[in-house]
């Protein structure tokens, strides 16, 4: 089995096209650095914040988070040498801060990113970037507008492995790729409670009212904050926009597609009862027409059976090639009435560690160069798109047919008003 190391890999190969995160690295100096402000200082951030705070040519100025001990904590990472806010737009107008990380829940990427960009600071901004396809394209054109580098943090992109397999599918090592499937799996039964905050009374740490943002109101709920807020629609969209958002990004990449033609969605939560919306299972098809060059792509989400299925498999007509943070394997395929192979076996090892470090300075590096990042917000949002298409014709039970030139279903009404979703006064989508 022929062995890819990383020395072959960094002296060989620029993935895809796009320049791998690797080659952006350079020596700074004490003139170079980026002054940043991390808006959302939950468990996500407290796994990127280190790794920001770790490059020497950063500077903290400032942290916020609505509920006190996350704004607390994030601040002792910096020694206390930054001011703490409630509020991000307090955040904001701090002229000195070059960039901001936004690692809050999905419904509130869309606002902190625009507001960024048009107060000139650029923009770091976890997965998936957006909750809806229109606040998605809100923020491509914020960027664009204010021109600001904003990078979504699908760090996958930045691995080695993963670029040099996006590499090999792209120039035909395993032959035509006319099938994908993607997926997650776990046992999560019977369902999930609170972590965090166990208490039902609203505790005078947490500002309920500006969590909830410009999402409906409900009555405080600890089930709905931190983690769990994935299991509701209007915050987040499940496992579809958790890992579909990783999985799905490295199958549109390799397929050098923008979206899909149609999509069909069938799912539901069936079994887990624990007061959460989004399917415990769900099978989801996209159609990605081209002629001979079309390809299927799926994806599998299961709540309530760990037995793994397949997390990431490009299917080609010389071999398969199956990948994941821990590296790729290929085999072979054997073709009919032939006794070789086409191709011989393959495997790279990865480090999802090292790919979260990467991504982050990829994105430290082009603040500078003002280069496009590797996950730059336009595949980000394309990426985001392809969840939310799953996720609506999931809801609907059917399948869909889109355009994505105008980003909108084709005489679809009821699901072109899924694209958008209205939002609670006084907070606004510009």
Same mark, same amino acid.
């Given at each position: 089995?022929?062995?890819?190391?990383?020395?072959?890999?960094?002296?060989?190969?620029?993935?895809?096209?796009?320049?791998?995160?690797?080659?952006?690295?350079?020596?700074?100096?004490?003139?170079? @650095?980026?002054?940043?402000? #991390?808006?959302?200082?939950? +468990? $996500?951030?407290? /796994? &990127?914040?280190?790794?920001?705070?770790?490059?020497?040519?950063?500077?903290?100025?400032?942290?916020?988070?609505?509920?006190?001990?996350?704004?607390?904590?994030?601040?002792?990472?910096?020694?206390?040498?930054?001011?703490?806010?409630?509020?991000?737009?307090?955040?904001?107008?701090?002229?000195?801060?070059?960039?901001?990380?936004?690692?809050?829940?999905?419904?509130?990427?869309?606002?902190?990113?625009?507001?960024?960009?048009?107060?000139?600071?650029?923009?770091?901004?976890?997965?998936?970037?957006?909750?809806?396809?229109?606040?998605? @394209?809100?923020?491509?054109? #914020?960027?664009?507008?204010? +021109? $600001?580098?904003? /990078? &979504?943090?699908?760090?996958?992109?930045?691995?080695?492995?993963?670029?040099?397999?996006?590499?090999?599918?792209?120039?035909?090592?395993?032959?035509?790729?006319?099938?994908?499937?993607?997926?997650?799996?776990?046992?999560?039964?019977?369902?999930?409670?609170?972590?965090?905050?166990?208490?039902?009374?609203?505790?005078?740490?947490?500002?309920?009212?500006?969590?909830?943002?410009?999402?409906?109101?409900?009555?405080?709920?600890?089930?709905?904050?931190?983690?769990?807020?994935?299991?509701?629609?209007?915050?987040?969209?499940?496992?579809?926009?958790?890992?579909?958002?990783?999985?799905?990004?490295?199958? $549109?990449?390799?397929?050098?597609?923008?979206?899909?033609?149609?999509?069909?969605?069938?799912?539901?939560?069936?079994?887990?009862?624990?007061?959460?919306?989004?399917?415990?299972?769900?099978?989801?098809?996209?159609?990605?027409?081209?002629?001979?060059?079309?390809?299927?792509?799926?994806?599998?989400?299961?709540?309530?059976?760990?037995?793994?299925?397949?997390?990431?498999?490009?299917?080609?007509?010389?071999?398969?090639?199956?990948?994941?943070?821990?590296?790729?394997?290929?085999?072979?395929?054997?073709?009919?009435?032939?006794?070789?192979?086409?191709?011989?076996?393959?495997?790279?090892?990865?480090?999802?560690?090292?790919?979260?470090?990467?991504?982050?300075?990829?994105?430290?590096?082009?603040?500078?160069?003002?280069?496009?990042?590797?996950?730059?917000?336009?595949?980000?949002?394309?990426?985001?798109?392809?969840?939310?298409?799953?996720?609506?014709?999931?809801?609907?039970?059917?399948?869909?047919?889109?355009?994505?030139?105008?980003?909108?279903?084709?005489?679809?009404?009821?699901?072109?008003?899924?694209?958008?979703?209205?939002?609670?006064?006084?907070?606004?989508?510009?």
């Amino acid at each position: 089995m022929k062995q890819i190391s990383r020395r072959d890999f960094t002296r060989t190969t620029v993935a895809a096209g796009a320049g791998t995160a690797l080659s952006r690295m350079r020596i700074l100096g004490a003139n170079d @650095r980026v002054n940043i402000g #991390a808006i959302g200082c939950g +468990d $996500r951030a407290m /796994q &990127t914040w280190p790794i920001f705070l770790k490059n020497s040519d950063v500077a903290p100025v400032a942290v916020c988070d609505v509920y006190q001990p996350y704004l607390n904590r994030a601040a002792a990472a910096c020694q206390g040498k930054v001011t703490a806010h409630e509020d991000f737009r307090r955040l904001l107008e701090i002229k000195e801060i070059d960039a901001v990380i936004v690692s809050t829940p999905d419904h509130w990427h869309a606002l902190p990113t625009i507001m960024a960009c048009q107060a000139g600071k650029d923009v770091y901004c976890e997965k998936p970037l957006s909750l809806t396809v229109v606040e998605g @394209r809100k923020m491509v054109e #914020a960027a664009r507008k204010h +021109d $600001r580098v904003v /990078q &979504t943090g699908s760090q996958q992109r930045s691995g080695p492995h993963y670029q040099q397999a996006v590499k090999l599918i792209r120039e035909g090592a395993i032959g035509p790729v006319h099938k994908i499937s993607a997926g997650y799996t776990r046992n999560a039964m019977p369902g999930f409670k609170p972590e965090e905050i166990l208490t039902r009374e609203l505790p005078k740490e947490l500002n309920w009212d500006m969590w909830l943002g410009p999402a409906p109101y409900v009555p405080y709920d600890p089930f709905r904050c931190h983690y769990h807020f994935r299991w509701f629609w209007d915050y987040s969209g499940g496992q579809m926009t958790n890992w579909g958002a990783h999985n799905l990004d490295i199958a $549109r990449w390799a397929l050098n597609a923008k979206s899909p033609k149609a999509v069909s969605g069938f799912g539901g939560r069936y079994e887990i009862k624990d007061g959460g919306q989004t399917p415990d299972v769900q099978e989801v098809l996209y159609d990605f027409a081209s002629g001979e060059t079309g390809c299927v792509v799926s994806w599998s989400g299961r709540e309530v059976n760990r037995t793994r299925d397949e997390y990431l498999v490009f299917h080609g007509t010389k071999g398969t090639l199956s990948i994941m943070r821990n590296g790729f394997s290929i085999a072979p395929e054997t073709w009919r009435k032939k006794e070789t192979p086409e191709m011989e076996p393959m495997q790279m090892k990865g480090n999802g560690n090292e790919a979260q470090a990467l991504h982050i300075r990829n994105f430290l590096d082009c603040v500078k160069s003002r280069q496009r990042p590797i996950a730059d917000v336009e595949e980000g949002h394309l990426t985001a798109v392809m969840c939310h298409l799953g996720n609506i014709a999931t809801r609907l039970q059917r399948s869909l047919k889109w355009d994505g030139e105008k980003e909108d279903f084709i005489g679809d009404k009821e699901a072109s008003r899924m694209l958008s979703r209205p939002y609670r006064k006084p907070w606004r989508l510009e």
